[in-house]
């Protein structure tokens, strides 16, 4: 058994892509440069935050001294029981009555007023501070912060 050669010609072909020099390090100063943007964008962002959450920190904090302030007020002049005690005096105008009746109305109304902005700078601060989506969630609104079951 004798074996033939056979003798057909083949090639093999192997390409390169040959980067240059200029064109990829564009690309990389491109790439850093983007990088760099977005990193100050976040910083930028964050910085913003903080700023939203300390305003919003100092609102609260002032309308809880405001309610505090009016809730005292409340407290020293006893509008409750100075209109008990008018209604026992036999003279008293029943117009004077109301008119106490409706001084009281109103400080109460104005603090429920304050009480709700209380709570809705409350939601934003956790809003803004990233708590209010924390898992697991919740309940801000109670004294021991419930957690909140799915």
């Known amino acids: 058994m004798r074996m033939t050669h056979l003798k057909k010609s083949f090639s093999v072909g ?31 962002l964050a910085n913003d ?6 305003a919003l920190l100092q609102d609260l904090s002032n309308q809880i001294e405001k309610y505090d302030l009016v809730d005292s ?44 902005g209380i709570m809705l700078s409350y939601i934003a601060y956790l809003d803004v501070t990233g708590l209010l989506s924390e898992r697991p969630l919740k309940n801000y609104l109670s004294k021991d912060l419930t957690v909140l079951e799915h």
């Open 49 to 54: 935050l903080d700023k939203e959450a300390f």
């Open 14 to 44: 192997i390409g390169f892509d040959v980067p240059l020099r200029r064109s990829s390090t564009r690309e990389l100063n491109e790439l850093k440069i983007n990088i760099l943007e977005s990193q100050s964008q976040l910083r930028s």
């Open 73 to 116: 007020q409340i407290e020293k002049g006893q509008s409750e029981f100075v209109l008990q005690e008018y209604r026992k005096i036999a003279e008293t105008p029943p117009l004077a009555l109301l008119k106490l009746r409706e001084n009281t109305l109103k400080i109460e109304l104005l603090l429920q007023e304050i009480q709700y």
